[in-house]
Nanobody, 127 residues
Framework: QLQLVESGGGAVQPGGSLKLSCVAS????????LAWFRQTPGKEREAVAS???????KYADFVRGRFTISKDNAKNTLYLQMNSLKPDDTGVYYC?????????????????????WGQGTQVNVSS
């Protein structure tokens, strides 16, 4: 089992930056594949970025070039650096994880690939 706890959300003006963190605990061996999703007002939950094995990362088109996913295995922590934030980025950001499979090592952006979810952290982008 895995437990995930996100932090780092908050209020920021358009063009600003935030860095989200997700600490994984429980059975982290093998190290899970991880991803960030978000739920924005009026939309279904959508993928933001993923981190598979071997340094593989994937991004949704709407964040590519603005957001960066990274991880620190020694700290059991996944990060999401968010720059050039827009009002449309407002929402709840969730960390998701699951143990490696032949599919997950490629860092899928499908929510059904991940069984473990954090409680979410709120991001508000407005002037």
């Amino acid at each position: 089992q895995l437990q995930l706890v996100e932090s780092g959300g908050g209020a920021v003006q358009p063009g600003g930056s935030l860095k989200l963190s997700c600490v994984a605990s429980g059975n982290t061996n093998p190290w899970p594949c991880l991803a960030w999703f978000r739920q924005t007002p009026g939309k279904e939950r959508e993928a933001v970025a993923s981190a598979g094995r071997g340094g593989i990362t994937k991004y949704a088109d709407f964040v590519r070039g603005r957001f960066t996913i990274s991880k620190d295995n020694a700290k059991n922590t996944l990060y999401l650096q968010m720059n050039s934030l827009k009002p449309d980025d407002t929402g709840v950001y969730y960390c998701a994880a699951d143990y490696p499979t032949s599919t997950r090592i490629a860092g899928p952006l499908d929510y059904y690939e991940y069984s473990f979810w954090g409680q979410g952290t709120q991001v508000n982008v407005s002037s």
